[in-house]
Every structure is written in C-alpha cells, then in structure tokens.
C-alpha cells in the first residue's frame, strides 16, 4: 500500500501537458511537456506513487467524449510506462462549473477518489503540483503540500500572488521532481 508522504498528485492540463483555453479536445492536441514524461518516470522509479486529477469540464460542454479522454489517458500512462514508470490513478471531473458537483477543483471531492482508490486513510503530507490556484487549493483541502509550476496557467497565477504562501515553486514539473528526489540522495 502506498504512503500518503510518498504520494505526488498532479493536475494534468498546464502540467503534464500543454494547456489550451479553447481546451485539449483530441489525441491530437495532447502534447505533454517535454520533460514531463520523464519526470513522472523518475518519480515512479525512485519509489513514488504518482496520481492524477484533472477538471475535465469540455465534456459537459459537448467538447469532446469520455472515450476521447480515456485515449489521452491512455496515451499518458502508455508514455510514462514506456519510461520506465507507473501512473497509479487518474481522477477526473467531468461536469461544468455549474453542475453543483463535488469534484470540480477547487473542491476536494478527486482528490478523495484517489485516496479510496489507492486505500490511504489520508493525504496529508502528500504532495499537490498544480498551475492554478484551485488545484493547489484543492490539495490543501485535504492536506497535501502545495507546489506551482510555472507551465500552464503558473506564471499568470504566480503574478497574481494570491492564496501561494505555503506553495513551493518551480519552472516546471522537471524542476520539482529534481528537486524532490535530491531531498532524499
């Protein structure tokens, strides 16, 4: 079983992969970051438990289908394990922002799916990279360690300076495994 403090939660969009404001609606437009892709791998190999939660709202909106995300999903963990690595659970939310659901970020309700999913009695002290202020939000809902990436939406998040005092900040997902996996050497 997994250790909460072993655990590395990511938001997909903004920092596994490229964003889009007009949203990421086929295989085709998921490019992941250059260094992402290894980054998870790293993690996976040194003994990390690595775990994803994405608002995923373009399907409510008519952008795209389930089958169409469960490909791109796919596609990661098919990446990530031709690196060497594992995704233990991806969690999304499908519904828009009015549908009055609980597991729309900011709100804790994924991050609750990943602790039943991976049989954790907690998720404090796990760790919760975003490039919003919801997800980071989210995370601390629950307990996790926030950090920032500056992909994505980060740096516009970054310059506005709110809800970030606890938040550790990087580049890029790259620049926070480095230095996560340096902390242990």
Known sequence: M????????????????????AYIKSLDEWLPYPRAIEAIARLSRAGWTIAVATNQSGIARGYYD??????????LERQVAAAGGEIAH???????PD????????LPGLLQQIREALGLESLSGSWMVGDSLRDLEAGEAMGCRP?????????????????LEQALRFDDLGGFVDWLLARES
């Open 99 to 106: 549908d009055g659901c609980d597991c729309r970020k900011p």
């Open 2 to 21: 997994p250790e909460a403090r072993r655990l590395v939660i990511l938001d997909r969009d903004g920092v596994i992969n490229q964003d889009s404001e």
């Open 147 to 163: 950090v920032l990436v500056r992909t994505g939406k980060g740096k516009r998040t970054e310059s506005q300076g709110v809800g």
């Open 66 to 75: 389930a089958a169409t995300l469960a490909a791109m999903h796919e596609e």
């Open 90 to 96: 991806i969690a999304y939310c499908p519904h828009g």
